[in-house]
């Protein structure tokens, strides 16, 4: 299956994140980590994706429109 540069945006979206948290996780896990110090790493991670998220909003694909009728018939719309 061939992925538009859109397509691959949309599923690293998704799939980074995902593996990010899994890495954390097994990285604490090799470290034998409190709960005090996975919070703050969790907090850490949930950060720093928000802000690379926020900064590269504005280069993320637009979502297609849905090609539907309008909800108010043209007649109801005076």
């Given at each position: 299956?061939?992925?538009?540069?859109?397509?691959?945006?949309?599923?690293?979206?998704?799939?980074?994140?995902?593996?990010?948290?899994?890495?954390?996780?097994?990285?604490?896990?090799s470290f034998n980590a409190s709960a005090g110090v996975a919070v703050a790493?969790?907090?850490?991670?949930?950060?720093?994706?928000?802000?690379?998220?926020?900064?590269?909003?504005?280069?993320?694909?637009?979502?297609?429109?849905?090609?539907?009728?309008?909800?108010?018939?043209?007649?109801?719309?005076?």
């Amino acid at each position: 299956m061939i992925y538009t540069l859109d397509m691959a945006i949309r599923i690293a979206l998704f799939a980074v994140p995902a593996v990010a948290v899994a890495g954390l996780v097994l990285l604490l896990n090799s470290f034998n980590a409190s709960a005090g110090v996975a919070v703050a790493a969790f907090g850490v991670l949930a950060v720093a994706t928000g802000s690379a998220l926020g900064y590269f909003a504005d280069r993320l694909p637009e979502l297609p429109r849905a090609s539907h009728a309008p909800l108010v018939p043209r007649h109801l719309d005076r």
